[in-house]
C-alpha cells in the first residue's frame, strides 16, 4: 500500500456532532482524524489556542467546519467558556477526540532524574492528562444518548524511550484515566479509549530533543519498517469513535506499524 493519505467517504457519522480538540495545522494527528471523521458524515467543531488560529482557520475552511471555539485547557475559564458555547449552539454532542499535549521542551532531553522540575511536572501533568478528565466530565455532560471520546498517547507510557521523559510519565497517567473516565461514563453509555500512535512527524514531535530518531530508528524496528502513517491514525479513530467499536472501552489502540511488539529488532535492519 502507498503512504498516500486516503480518507474513505461514507455515512458511518452521518447525523453525529463532535468536538475535536488539538488541530494546530496540517501536521497535526488531529487534522488526519477530522478530515477522515468529517468524510464519513460528521459534522465538527475545532477548538484551538490563540496562537495556533491563523494556521487552524484555512483548515477549519477547507473541511467546511464552521464552528471554531478558542480554549487554552489550563484555563478554568476558557475551559468554562468554551463548552458552554458549544452547550449553547449544540446542546448535545457525540463524539469527542482530545490530541493535546504539553511540556517544556527544555525537560524533553537528557537525564529525566536530573532534568525534572516540579513545575513542569505539574505542567505537563495539567495540560497532557487532567484537560482529559475535566473535557471528558464537560463532554459527557452533552452525551444523554451515549457517545464516544478517544485521546492520543504513545509508547513511552510503556517503556523508556530517549528523551520522552516527564511526557512518558503523562502518558502513563493519560492511559490509566483514559480506564477511569471508561468506567465511570460506561454505564452512560459512552466509550472511552487511547489510540497509541507510532512517531509521526508534527509540532510535539518536533519538541523532543531528538525527535526525529524515533522515526528514523523506529522505521528499522518496527515489523513494517515504515512510519506510521495518520490516516492510519485516522481509521483507528473512526472506529473507535463510530457505533463500528461498539463494546470497545478502556481499551489502548496501537496504531505504529508493530513497532510496539518488538523487544529486539532483526540485525539485517540495519545493514545500509
Ligand atoms: P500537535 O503539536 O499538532 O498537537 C498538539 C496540540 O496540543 C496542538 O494543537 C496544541 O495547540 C495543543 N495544545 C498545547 N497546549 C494546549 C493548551 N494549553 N490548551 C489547548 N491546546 C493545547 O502535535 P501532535 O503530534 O498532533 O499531538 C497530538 C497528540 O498526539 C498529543 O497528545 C501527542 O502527545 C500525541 N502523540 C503524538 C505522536 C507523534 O509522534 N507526533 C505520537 C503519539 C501520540
Same mark, same amino acid.
Given at each position: 500500500? +502507498?503512504?498516500?493519505? =486516503?480518507?474513505?467517504?461514507?455515512?458511518?457519522? %452521518?447525523?453525529?456532532?463532535?468536538?475535536?480538540?488539538? /488541530?494546530?495545522?496540517?501536521?497535526?494527528?488531529?487534522?488526519? @482524524?477530522?478530515?477522515?471523521?468529517?468524510?464519513?458524515?460528521?459534522?465538527?467543531?475545532? +477548538? *484551538?489556542?490563540?496562537?495556533?488560529?491563523?494556521?487552524?482557520? $484555512?483548515?477549519?475552511?477547507?473541511?467546511?467546519?464552521?464552528?471554531?471555539?478558542?480554549?487554552?485547557?489550563?484555563?478554568?475559564?476558557?475551559?468554562?467558556?468554551?463548552?458552554?458555547?458549544?452547550?449553547?449552539?449544540?446542546?448535545?454532542?457525540?463524539?469527542?477526540?482530545?490530541?493535546?499535549?504539553?511540556?517544556? %521542551?527544555?525537560?524533553?532531553?537528557?537525564?529525566?532524574?536530573?532534568?525534572?522540575?516540579?513545575?513542569?511536572?505539574?505542567?505537563?501533568?495539567?495540560?497532557?492528562?487532567?484537560?482529559?478528565?475535566?473535557?471528558?466530565?464537560?463532554? +459527557?455532560?452533552?452525551?444523554?444518548?451515549?457517545?464516544?471520546?478517544?485521546?492520543?498517547? *504513545?509508547?513511552?507510557?510503556?517503556?523508556?524511550?530517549?528523551? =520522552?521523559?516527564?511526557?512518558?510519565?503523562?502518558?502513563?497517567?493519560?492511559?490509566?484515566?483514559?480506564? *477511569?473516565?471508561?468506567?465511570?461514563? #460506561?454505564?452512560?453509555?459512552?466509550?472511552?479509549?487511547?489510540?497509541?500512535?507510532?512517531?509521526?512527524?508534527?509540532?510535539?514531535?518536533?519538541? @523532543?530533543?531528538?525527535?526525529?530518531?524515533?522515526?528514523?530508528?523506529?522505521?528499522?524496528?518496527?515489523?513494517?519498517?515504515?512510519?506510521?502513517? $495518520?490516516?492510519?491514525?485516522?481509521?483507528?479513530?473512526? =472506529? &473507535? &469513535?463510530?457505533?463500528?467499536?461498539? +463494546?470497545?472501552?478502556?481499551? /489502548?489502540?496501537?496504531?505504529?506499524? #508493530?513497532?510496539?511488539?518488538?523487544?529486539?529488532?532483526?540485525?539485517?535492519?540495519?545493514?545500509?
Amino acid at each position: 500500500m +502507498s503512504d498516500e493519505q =486516503y480518507f474513505p467517504k461514507g455515512d458511518l457519522l %452521518k447525523g453525529k456532532r463532535g468536538l475535536v480538540m488539538g /488541530v494546530a495545522n496540517k501536521n497535526s494527528i488531529a487534522w488526519a @482524524i477530522s478530515q477522515q471523521l468529517a468524510a464519513q458524515g460528521a459534522e465538527l467543531c475545532f +477548538s *484551538y489556542i490563540d496562537a495556533m488560529e491563523k494556521r487552524v482557520r $484555512p483548515l477549519a475552511e477547507e473541511l467546511g467546519v464552521e464552528f471554531l471555539v478558542p480554549c487554552d485547557v489550563a484555563s478554568d475559564a476558557s475551559m468554562d467558556e468554551a463548552f458552554a458555547e458549544i452547550q449553547k449552539k449544540w446542546g448535545k454532542i457525540d463524539f469527542l477526540v482530545h490530541s493535546i499535549a504539553f511540556s517544556d %521542551k527544555d525537560e524533553l532531553k537528557g537525564s529525566f532524574v536530573e532534568n525534572t522540575s516540579r513545575a513542569n511536572f505539574a505542567q505537563s501533568m495539567d495540560i497532557s492528562v487532567f484537560s482529559f478528565v475535566d473535557a471528558a466530565k464537560r463532554a +459527557s455532560a452533552m452525551m444523554d444518548a451515549g457517545g464516544a471520546m478517544i485521546t492520543l498517547t *504513545y509508547l513511552g507510557a510503556e517503556r523508556v524511550i530517549p528523551s =520522552y521523559n516527564v511526557m512518558g510519565v503523562a502518558k502513563a497517567a493519560l492511559e490509566s484515566a483514559t480506564r *477511569y473516565i471508561a468506567r465511570d461514563l #460506561g454505564p452512560k453509555g459512552i466509550r472511552v479509549n487511547a489510540i497509541s500512535a507510532g512517531a509521526i512527524k508534527t509540532l510535539s514531535l518536533g519538541g @523532543i530533543s531528538g525527535g526525529r530518531s524515533l522515526l528514523g530508528e523506529g522505521r528499522k524496528w518496527a515489523p513494517m519498517r515504515e512510519d506510521t502513517n $495518520p490516516a492510519g491514525v485516522a481509521g483507528a479513530a473512526l =472506529y &473507535l &469513535l463510530s457505533d463500528l467499536g461498539r +463494546s470497545c472501552t478502556g481499551e /489502548v489502540l496501537h496504531v505504529d506499524a #508493530g513497532f510496539h511488539i518488538v523487544g529486539m529488532p532483526d540485525p539485517d535492519a540495519f545493514d545500509d
